[in-house]
């Protein structure tokens, strides 16, 4: 288990942007969705923030400036998401269109009908649902969702910057556990380096306060729907933590009060070979 951290018993937090909050207040806030990406998406950083900053200064100052855009994978991961963890919230949050392609007349007008809802067709429902009654029917998923909480946020300090994340499965004092898909469930251990992982369950396992050895990934094939079930040892915990101090000094050089380094003089050089 992590040593203990100051951040734990701490009652106030200063964000990004120079605002102090009350923790129990804040965390209560972005339980919704809206605040916790939207505030708190450029107030605070979080493990997608963090790989951003290092794939690139300039990813993260893309994002901060311009928003990102939600991706096919992203969107099908959202819904998996709900369908296991919050069933209750899918009808309020989504709408369905009886069409295969989004670029039919009766999808773009249905999102033009109700801008409060993410519209999808009946294609990409059915796909996320087809994985969310695989995940809901195997009982080794199931055993990690009793007694659990669900899309649990929190926030800490790491490194002496704020930093939010939201449990996907929180078992209280036990461990945590986080739902993935992928295109190639044999080659996840190796794509889970590649997407950063590490770094996402160091902090989530730092700012929680909970011990690695017990928190895992629950994994799915979208093609397959094979299910894999991930535990991380010692060295993948490192390498998050090594991630993330690369993550944080790459803000304060760039964005930190004392920044020494322009983004848009960051530059790449490099020799090509045979």
């Given at each position: 288990m992590?040593?203990?951290l100051?951040?734990?018993?701490?009652?106030?937090i200063t964000?990004?942007?120079?605002v102090?909050?009350?923790?129990?207040?804040l965390?209560?806030?972005?339980i919704?969705?809206?605040f916790?990406?939207?505030?708190?998406?450029?107030?605070?950083?979080?493990?997608?923030?963090?790989?951003d900053l290092?794939?690139?200064?300039?990813?993260?100052?893309?994002?901060?400036?311009?928003?990102?855009?939600?991706?096919?994978?992203?969107l099908?991961?959202?819904?998996?998401h709900?369908m296991?963890?919050e069933?209750e919230r899918?009808?309020?949050?989504?709408?369905?269109v009886?069409?295969k392609?989004?670029?039919?007349?009766a999808?773009?007008?249905?999102?033009?009908?109700?801008?409060?809802?993410?519209?999808?067709?009946?294609?990409?429902?059915?796909?996320?649902?087809?994985?969310?009654?695989?995940?809901?029917?195997?009982k080794?998923?199931?055993?990690?969702?009793?007694?659990?909480?669900?899309e649990?946020?929190?926030i800490?300090?790491?490194?002496?910057l704020?930093?939010?994340c939201?449990?996907?499965?929180?078992?209280?004092?036990?461990?945590?556990?986080?739902?993935?898909?992928?295109?190639d469930?044999?080659?996840?251990?190796?794509s889970?380096?590649?997407?950063?992982y590490p770094?996402?369950?160091?902090?989530?396992?730092?700012?929680?306060?909970?011990p690695?050895?017990?928190?895992?990934?629950?994994?799915?094939?979208?093609?397959?729907?094979?299910?894999?079930?991930?535990?991380?040892?010692?060295?993948?915990?490192?390498?998050?933590e090594?991630l993330?101090?690369?993550?944080?000094?790459?803000?304060?050089d760039?964005?930190?009060?004392?920044?020494?380094?322009?983004?848009h003089?960051?530059?790449?050089y490099?020799?090509?070979?045979?």
């Open positions: 992590h040593n203990p100051p951040f734990l018993t701490m009652s106030k964000l990004l942007d120079g102090e909050w009350d923790i129990a207040e965390e209560t806030k972005m919704d969705d809206g916790y990406y939207g505030y708190c998406g450029t107030a605070t950083l979080s493990s997608s923030a963090a790989k290092v794939d690139s200064p300039r990813t993260y100052h893309n994002y901060i400036k311009y928003g990102s855009t939600e991706t096919p994978a992203m099908k991961g959202r819904m998996l709900h296991v963890l069933p899918c009808d309020d949050i989504y709408m369905v009886e069409v392609s989004r670029a039919t007349k999808f773009k007008e249905a999102v033009e009908e109700n801008p409060g809802k993410s519209v999808v067709t009946r294609t990409e429902w059915n796909d996320a649902e087809r994985l969310s009654e695989a995940l809901l029917k195997n080794h998923v199931v055993s990690h969702l009793m007694g659990a909480k669900f649990v946020p929190k800490g300090m790491l490194n002496g704020p930093f939010r939201k449990a996907d499965i929180l078992v209280p004092g036990y461990g945590l556990f986080d739902i993935k898909t992928t295109t469930l044999r080659a996840f251990p190796y889970a380096k590649k997407y950063m770094m996402q369950m160091y902090i989530y396992t730092t700012i929680f306060g909970l690695w050895e017990n928190s895992k990934f629950i994994v799915i094939d979208k093609s397959s729907c094979d299910i894999g079930i991930y535990s991380v040892d010692e060295s993948f915990i490192n390498l998050g090594h993330l101090n690369r993550a944080c000094q790459t803000y304060m760039f964005f930190g009060p004392e920044a020494t380094e322009e983004v003089e960051y530059i790449i490099d020799t090509l070979t045979s």
